[in-house]
């Protein structure tokens, strides 16, 4: 874990909710209210570090801000975040990346020229066991060949990754993490958490938070599985009510999948225990592949945000008098394309608004 809190003496105080206001010296560091503009490090907080926050992160502090990227869990990724074997990794979250348009499309190349993705091609089958298999195909899927979290980590570029620092509230201009440190003083805190999350993070922001009310995530439950024989694939796209998805992982050993539940499903076993998962998972997938012997379950993970519907269909909301502004695909809209683009727009409208912001 990196150093929980930001540089900067004097910035976070513990346990004082109220002290929301600037820190520093009246004067010192900031720049006085004459010069401000010219002398000025904008400062961003960026609660989350999946692309949406990352790539934000790493825009503004291109552009010479001052960032800090706060996230719960152990590095950075989000739902683009890995589980690490002996053997190598496996991805239970997002297993593609795809592009529909430029910018995010050059990227994608880019990135598989440097060797960090592959095309999704061929080796693609829809169907069942029971009834047939046929060839399917996946346009401008790309699957990562090092561990996705990399590539979100590579996003962040010179901001400081926080992680397991759980922010508990935002306030204008400042955030409180779930130890009772505030941070203050900062130019803009940008929240990109999946909109169910965030909500709870937006009592002081009404304004913000009513236009997430109408958001709603829906579920997958993603499993690591081995299985012997079954079709000669990579992915498998199934036709049926209870698992959406095989994807044979290139890092752990060719025989294992990650396999992804449809919502129905991890609707139904939203409350369940992890085992009874497993268990009806592994016996559906017996049936779908025509297996005569049982399958390996070696991880579970039920993602309970994991793609939104209804979004609000912006690329980014915010609250400008307050300070704060929302991304991520809660509010751009489902995948990895457009959270990626919401924390690119936030960005350029942050760096054109410099001058107002640092006024
Ligand atoms: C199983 C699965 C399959 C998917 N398949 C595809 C696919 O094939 N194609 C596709 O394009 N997309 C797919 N997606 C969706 C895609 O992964 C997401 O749209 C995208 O990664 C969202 O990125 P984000 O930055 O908006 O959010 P996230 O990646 O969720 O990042 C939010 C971050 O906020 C952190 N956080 C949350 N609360 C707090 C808090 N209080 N304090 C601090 N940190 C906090 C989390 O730890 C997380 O790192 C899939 C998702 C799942 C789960």
Redesign the pocket.
């Known amino acids: 874990m990196t150093k929980s809190h930001p540089q900067g003496a004097g910035r976070g105080s513990k346990a004082d909710k109220s002290a929301t206001t600037s820190l520093h010296p009246q004067g010192a560091g900031r720049g006085s209210k004459a010069d401000k503009s010219a002398t000025t490090t904008l400062r961003a907080a960026i ?8 790539h934000c992160a790493g825009q503004l502090a291109a552009a010479g801000w001052e960032v800090d990227v ?4 152990r590095g ?6 890995t589980r690490r074997l002996g053997q190598g990794w496996a991805t ?7 592009a529909q348009r430029d910018p995010f499309r050059s990227v994608l190349r880019d990135w598989a020229r440097k060797g960090w993705l592959e095309p999704v091609r061929g080796d693609v089958l829809q169907g069942r066991a029971t009834v047939s298999w046929a060839q399917a195909q996946m346009q401008n ?1 790309y699957r990562p060949t090092i561990e996705p979290s990399q590539l ?1 980590r590579q996003l962040l570029g010179d901001a400081r990754l926080h992680t397991g ?4 509230a935002i306030q204008p201009r400042a955030i409180v993490l ?1 130890d009772g440190h505030v941070f203050n003083d900062f130019d803009c805190v940008i929240c ?3 909109t169910p ?2 909500i709870p ?1 937006l009592a002081e922001l009404p304004r913000l938070r009513e236009r997430l009310a109408d958001v709603r995530y829906r579920p ?1 439950w ?1 499993f690591l599985m081995r299985w012997e024989g079954g079709p000669a694939a990579n992915v498998i796209k199934f036709d049926d009510e209870l698992l959406n998805l095989a994807v044979r992982q290139t890092s752990g050993g060719s025989d294992l999948w990650a396999v ?1 539940s449809t919502h129905e499903f991890a609707e139904a076993y939203l409350e369940a225990s992890t085992e009874e998962a497993c268990t009806r998972a592994a016996s559906a997938l017996l049936g779908l592949l025509g297996l005569p012997w049982p399958v390996d379950v070696e991880a579970a993970h039920l ?1 309970r ?4 519907e209804n979004p609000v269909g912006s690329f980014w909301l915010s609250d400008r008098e307050n300070r704060v502004a929302l ?4 509010i ?1 809209g ?7 683009e ?2 690119l727009r936030l960005a350029q409208a942050l760096v054109q608004s410099s001058e107002e912001l640092a006024a």
Do not use: M, N, T
């Open positions: 609660v989350g570090a999946g692309i949406a926050g990352a706060f996230d719960k869990a950075a990724g989000g739902r683009l975040s239970l979250g997002s297993p593609f990346i795809s899927h979100v620092a759980r922010v508990a779930e990109s958490v999946p999350q965030a993070l997958i993603s992804h993602w945000y994991a793609l939104p991304i991520g695909d809660g751009a489902a995948g990895v394309e457009r959270a990626w919401s924390g």
